[in-house]
């Protein structure tokens, strides 16, 4: 017998049906013997239907009221599971973040979890209950339901699982693991059956679809198993964990790439210390994320800074750096909406040279310019023109040798 | 200046404009000088819909989980509304019901409020904040969450009304007021200026489409004026409080009448004491509400034992009498679902004999054969066949001069 965390995401408990065979996954997994906790996303699109909806109301809803709003979407994924696992003939109950009480921070929208209380999941573990727990909410200190941002059902299942030592905790979702690259964009690729946190983390646009980042961070951080499983609850999935890779991994084991990009440069910033904070301090505290940094060398005491932002948040990015720009003296801000990254990731490439040479001449040969570079132990990222975003996946996962069949690491 | 609860229906909030119109009322209440507290129901149907959701999932969906599924539909409408209202211009936020806490018994899906904390309200009052608060959800002991019954957030108005200590309960509809029969059947129907409590309470059928019955009862307890108003916040309404009757009241005020409801019959009940109450026992302890209980003089040692249940609980009620009938050695039990009762109301017929006899004399006259008959201080009503509803009422209405323009009690 061992205990698992079962999260299911948004597509897999879209319509009452997805919910029931759902549930008849979970029954299995709890009549093999096994202690189950159920994690839910809202269904389907719910999320989306109830911003809108925001946003014919308010330009801009303020975040407390989004996070009242948006929380209610999971209250009914997880009521109607306890429903369709008692008609199973199990012990079920929903819990709501509040209920179970998920502390976290009281940053709206964005919120991180600060501790799990176990005390109702254990007892209902004890007891044979299966508790279903609404994933993506949680609770601050003043009581205010706050919530996780975009797919924080996967942070609630991993930090479930770390409270409550859970064996592995299981991500069903629509595919069945995770990719050596996005097998729409290139029908070669293949599933990885292994990944280490590491990996995964560099691998997040690929890894996106199928798992939050910060879930991903919180499992490394506390050692959390976690496996990407078809929602069918068959196959092997690929498993997340800090498995040693094998001395003969391959260098590169994944392409990674996302379309949501745009780039911001901001021209002419006087070289003195505090400058580079002062524009993206300006930025972070907006609660933009920024993701490539770069900076050149100054040339006549000036020098160019640029960064990436989520497409979303360009314009308002855009304007926070126009005004950091008056602030500091500096010239003009460019920006471009229509960037794409591509990253190359491995934990192979620690020990081998040449993947950086190799990426530069595959992209070269194909006529595509790198428009900024950034570099980790793992990985290579460049943003280039979003147009030549396919060209460039598909060459590089030819060029690393990723369409041969193969476990990763 | 003085505190007002402005609580809207399904119906005032269906859409997102909807939401933007009821929250320029309630702008216009507090530019008014006026504080205000808004009370809400779901969007329209929601509940319905989740409701169906349920049933699709499970045939009995267990109480608990139905409560949990249900009460997101009010988190949805409180948050829209807090951003409506400061999409105004004003200071507004969204409460749910375990945040304000307002704690119920433990009785899913007909909880009862025990107690509201005022601390969160006050505070937002004190603060020019308009706190929103979600109808028809509690919280009990336990940290469950409840709800208090079809039209629940009515009761919620009236409790927070009578908490905070507000001047009126404002319940803003998609009719205009009380009238004296249903305007759809009769159109000679008038508004009331005013009613009692007792008199709306009689009228429950003909108030149940403005206003939960057991919102009433709780208005008359704390003596919390309420007023059924249209939701443009237009015209005076009608005014519900205790205000004493003009000597000049009319002796009848209204036609009240319920489709839904259906009779029980059990036959050849041994005329024993404690017989009466075993069979109610059953029906009230599976959370049934009867309404009119009749039982004849005894004759041989045996009666007969009649009583109207609302339709949609008919079945469940007719099993659970058939095994008291069993237990208590009875004879058959009889039913139909299809029946309907009209009452006279009126806090004029104390002091006036006669309207009993106009009554059954315009019944007999019209061919109508009554079934059941209960009668009150206040309220003398028929149990009929269904489909002579629209007769009787139509015919009362005129018989006892309500199709003159006039103000009630």
């Known amino acids: ?10 597509s897999s408990v879209a319509t009452v049906e997805h919910v029931r065979a759902a549930a008849s996954v979970v029954a299995r997994k709890h009549r093999d013997g096994h202690e189950v906790v159920v994690v839910l996303s809202a269904m389907g699109d719910t999320t989306d239907e109830l911003l809108a909806r ?21 209250q009914v994924s997880v009521s109607l599971m306890a429903m369709a696992l008692r008609e199973l003939g199990l012990s079920a109950r929903s819990w709501l973040g509040h209920q179970v009480r998920i502390l976290t921070d009281n940053v709206h929208a964005k919120a991180r979890i600060a501790e799990v209380e176990t005390g109702r999941l254990e007892a209902d573990l004890s007891a044979g209950v299966i508790p279903v727990v609404a994933g993506f909410q949680g609770i601050d200190d003043a009581g205010e339901v706050t919530t996780l941002g975009r797919g924080g059902s996967d942070t609630t299942g991993v930090a479930l699982a770390a409270a409550l030592g859970a064996e592995e905790c299981l991500i069903l979702t629509d595919v069945d693991g995770v990719y050596t690259t996005d097998p729409r964009m290139v029908p070669q690729a293949q599933r990885l059956s292994r990944v280490t946190f590491e990996e995964m983390l560099e691998l997040a ?35 997340i964990s800090y498995e040693e890779p094998d001395v003969e991994a391959p260098v590169v084991s994944g392409i990674a790439f996302s379309r949501d990009e745009a780039q911001v440069t901001i021209t002419g910033v006087p070289d003195r210390p505090g400058n580079g904070y002062a524009i993206l301090n300006r930025v972070s505290e907006a609660h933009i994320v920024v993701d490539m940094i770069v900076m050149n060398a100054p040339r006549s005491g000036i020098v160019d800074f640029s960064f990436s932002v989520p ?18 003296d500096a010239g003009e801000v460019l920006g471009s909406p229509n960037v794409a990254k591509i990253s190359v990731v491995g934990v ?52 690393f040798g990723l369409e041969q069949a193969r476990e990763a690491t």
């Open 348 to 399: 192979g490439m620690r020990s081998h040279a040449g993947v950086a040479t190799t990426m530069f001449e595959v992209l070269a040969r194909e006529g595509i310019n790198v428009r900024m570079v950034s570099t980790s132990e793992i990985k290579i990222s460049v943003l280039i023109e979003e147009k030549y975003l396919e060209l460039g996946v598909r060459s590089l996962h030819e060029a």
């Open 205 to 239: 646009s690929l890894g996106s679809r199928v798992l939050q980042i910060r879930a991903v961070q919180f499992a490394g951080k506390y050692n959390v198993p976690v496996r990407v499983l078809h929602n069918s609850g068959e196959g092997e999935g690929t498993l």
């Open 54 to 74: 925001a946003l014919a109301v308010s330009a801009r809803p303020p975040a407390r009221e989004l996070d009242m709003l948006l929380s209610s979407g999971e």
């Open 311 to 328: 497409r979303d948040e360009y314009e308002q990015a855009m304007e926070l750096t126009r005004a950091a720009a008056a602030e500091i």
């Open 1 to 10: 017998m061992a205990r698992y965390i079962m999260k299911f995401g948004g």
